[in-house]
């Protein structure tokens, strides 16, 4: 596949304008011509993903343009990438890991959150959002059920930090405190609280949280 | 038909969140937000560039961001997420609140009672000026002689309280006992501060603690504060709201409190960029007196990435926004000053004085100010930067918003281009002297400079 710079291209132009059924045919056309899916999830999608992430770093596109690209690569991944991967069984994982994002109890605040999710979605992470007020028992529960590899948790109001403190509590207390590695994030904390809370980073910004991510999954 | 009271419109602001259309959250912010204000704004051409003004002057052009505001605001409603329905006022129930509004109203009690009034564009009239530290963190310890400091400065009509890191040396935990013992300790220690500043009738701005109704009802009452402070009660961005915001709103309607209702749109997110978040700012105003009632509408739009409300893009739209207001209401509209510097650091003044003048010559009624370094920070606050504020905001009282934009722009130009560095400065302990609650010599100097530079640059001289 010679033509990658220009498809890529392409494909970053029609996602952004969430034209779905263009995007399924480019991936679909690029596999028909020999593509494997890794190949073009490597070449194709992460690099638009990473492309736009950047651009809402600077403010080029807003929040919805990122939510539309995002729902258009899970329509392609759902349609034409994830069924080629499983018929391939080439083994090869295109996920960085598996992130549970959660506001934490007593906080209804999800904005902040929803730009970590997308940003990480972006950049090849797969997410969890258990949404909003989220008790520390159920994040616990969840993070188990669906056997992540990072805990997230945000929280914009103060009075909403002692539920960090119990998740990593609930964690060290099931002995799974080492399993899972935690991040926080949101308005209300900051590097030193993190350590407060017992959590292992805390990102600024959603692009923070995405490298902190990377960094504790030893991915960077 | 008779005109409803008060109270019945608050009863059918309940009845909204119980009986309105069901909607997903997440077409709530994908399709009735970010679809409406991108339509919106195309239909009343709400655009400008980067060399059109920061305070804009065409009265025609706030007009339209007022009418896209109220189309807005009559189009989606607010969505409560406790019952994930959508709340929708016809544009002649929205008209009928607005009608019921005072021009003006008196806080705090005896001597220092302010009365706050309804301004438009270019107004003469007085604009009163909120002080404090607007919920930056503190430790117990300072709390008292933190508020103390501000309730010392005159040019302060109210003080604004910060928020308790702890209370008894525990954690507070929202919806829990514990914020309703914080609330308690909050409202003794806030009521000491300005008892010792001898300013004891002086407005507070609370329940700061108060994240869920567990803490506004524990923080209103007999011994607690006082019917003449001021409550507060907010959306969560983009226009929802919920049963414990709505729990005070009924609260302060039983109780007879004050109250400045708020909503903080977010630039870069769901209402996009300046044009939309004006739009924004103005349905969300009217929704909130609506919704959740509201004797002053506060909006601090925040930054996604910069969390500030001082941008240069947000200065535009928060001026449209309350030009647009003030031209058709007599809502007793106030801006949150949020700048990314802290105390210590020059930038904090021409930051933070930027979007005081910008409002103030728009229709502000009053100024909320200054929640520093974005009020993450603990103690990265000081009374300083607030009066700085205050001062500018009564020299500029009855100026014209064409002669503001050039001031506002040089101020622009100053801070512009290190907003993303997060100059936080020093805290409060570092440039407060806390024997004598007063700012330190080389913090003072700083400030002095700055009032130098700006009676040789403009011929306005401020009280220092």
């Keep these: ?220 | 038909m008779s005109k409803p009271t008060d109270y019945q419109i608050l009863l059918g602001s309940l009845d909204k969140a119980e009986h309105g259309p069901i909607v997903e959250e997440r077409d709530w912010d994908n399709k009735f937000i970010s679809q409406t204000i991108r339509e919106l704004v195309r239909k009343y051409d709400i655009s400008w560039n980067a060399d059109d003004p920061l305070v804009p002057w065409d009265n025609d052009f706030a007009d339209r961001v007022f009418a896209a505001g109220m189309e807005m605001a009559v189009k989606t409603g607010v969505y409560c997420l406790d019952t994930k329905r959508q709340m929708l006022w016809s544009q002649d129930e929205l008209e009928q609140i607005l009608s019921r509004t005072p021009k003006q109203v008196t806080v705090g009690e005896g001597v220092d009672a302010v009365t706050v009034y309804t301004r438009r564009p270019d107004d003469d009239k007085r604009v009163a000026v909120w002080g404090g530290p607007w919920g930056v963190p503190v430790t117990e310890e300072l709390y008292t002689p933190f508020i103390e400091s501000y309730a010392r400065e005159p040019v302060f009509d109210l003080v604004e309280n910060a928020t308790l890191l702890s209370t008894h040396g525990r954690p507070i935990r929202a919806g829990s006992p514990w914020e309703a013992v914080a609330v308690w300790q909050e409202a003794q220690m806030a009521l000491e501060a300005i008892r010792k500043a001898g300013r004891s009738g002086i407005a507070l701005g609370c329940v700061e603690i108060a994240t869920t109704e567990i803490g506004e009802l524990a923080g209103t009452t007999y011994g607690a504060y006082r019917l003449t402070d001021i409550h507060h009660a907010a959306f969560i961005s983009e226009q929802k709201t919920a049963y414990h915001q709505l729990t005070k709103a009924v609260h302060f309607a039983h109780t007879g409190s004050f109250s400045e209702t708020y909503f903080n749109p977010m630039y870069g997110g769901y209402a996009g960029g300046g044009p939309g978040v004006a739009i924004a700012i103005v349905s969300g105003m009217l929704l909130v007196k609506a919704c959740l009632g509201g004797t002053f509408c506060n909006t601090g739009p925040t930054h996604v990435h910069l969390n500030c409300s001082t941008h240069p893009d947000l200065v535009i739209s928060t001026s449209l926004a309350f030009q647009g207001l003030a031209r058709n209401t007599n809502l007793l509209i106030t801006p949150f000053i949020r700048p990314t510097t802290g105390p210590g650091t020059r930038e904090i003044f021409y930051e933070s004085a930027a979007l005081t003048i910008a409002t103030v010559v728009s229709g502000a009624t009053m100024i909320d100010c200054v929640q520093s370094a974005t009020g993450n920070h603990t103690l990265y606050a000081s009374p300083l930067e607030a009066r700085f504020c205050g001062e500018f905001a009564h020299a500029v009282e009855g100026m014209t918003r064409k002669d503001a934009d050039p001031i506002v722009r040089k101020f622009v130009e100053k801070y512009k281009n290190i907003q993303d560095e997060h100059l936080i400065g020093r805290p409060f302990t570092e440039v407060y002297d806390l024997d004598t609650l007063q700012p330190t010599p080389e913090w003072f100097s700083m400030y002095e400079a700055v009032c130098d530079e700006v009676e040789k640059d403009y011929g306005i001289v401020l009280n220092n």
């Excluded at chain 1, 596999?31 to 403010?59: H, M, W, Y």
């Excluded at chain 1, 669906?146 to 103060?158: F, H, K, W, Y």
């Design chain 1, 1 to 220: 596949m010679a033509d990658w710079e220009t498809k890529q291209a392409e494909f970053t132009k029609i996602i952004l304008a969430g034209d779905e059924e263009a995007a399924v045919s480019l991936a679909r056309t690029a596999l028909d011509e020999g593509a494997t899916p890794v190949e073009f999830f490597e070449n194709c999608i992460s690099p638009s993903l990473q492309d736009i992430g950047k651009r809402f770093e600077t403010l080029d596109i807003f929040l919805p343009e990122m939510v539309t690209a995002a729902d258009t690569v899970e329509k392609v991944n759902s349609e034409v990438i994830n069924p080629a991967v499983a018929e391939a069984k080439d083994g090869k994982s295109m996920s960085l890991g598996k992130v549970l994002l959660a506001t934490v109890q007593g906080d209804l605040h999800d904005i902040g959150k929803n730009m970590v999710g997308l940003m990480l979605k972006v950049n090849g992470f797969e997410l969890i959002d258990l949404g909003t007020n989220v008790p520390p028992a159920d994040i616990v529960a969840r993070a188990e059920q669906e056997n992540v590899d990072i805990i997230g948790m945000s929280a914009l109001l103060t009075t909403c930090l002692p539920y960090m403190k119990d998740v990593c509590d609930f964690l060290e207390g099931k002995g799974l405190r080492e399993k899972y590695p935690v991040i926080i994030g949101g308005a209300a904390t900051h590097p030193e609280i993190a350590e407060e809370m017992g959590a292992n980073a805390q990102g600024g910004s959603a692009a923070e949280g995405v490298e902190k991510c990377k960094m504790l999954l030893g991915k960077l």
